[in-house]
């Protein structure tokens, strides 16, 4: 309605569908990798703890 009574241009309103669909795509990225990058999470914490032991175990020699 705005775009009617002459309030905002039709270039701003070009300009706000850009922005929406740049954050749209950026939380899209997260939303379609989620699970890739959950079981990076898993795979990494795994990987820092098995780190951990082992330097314990290397200083109990």
């Given amino acids: 309605p705005s775009l009617f ?4 241009t039709l270039g701003i309103m070009v ?3 850009n922005a929406f669909s740049k954050v749209h795509g950026g939380f899209a990225l997260f939303l379609h ?3 890739t990058i959950t079981e990076l999470r898993s795979i ?3 990987l820092h ?3 951990s ?5 290397e200083e109990a020699k």
């Fill in 5 to 8: 009574t002459g309030a905002i």
């Fill in 15 to 17: 300009q706000v569908s």
């Fill in 33 to 35: 990798n989620w699970t």
């Fill in 44 to 46: 990494w914490k795994r």
């Fill in 49 to 51: 703890e098995f780190e």
């Fill in 53 to 57: 032991n082992l330097a314990k175990y």
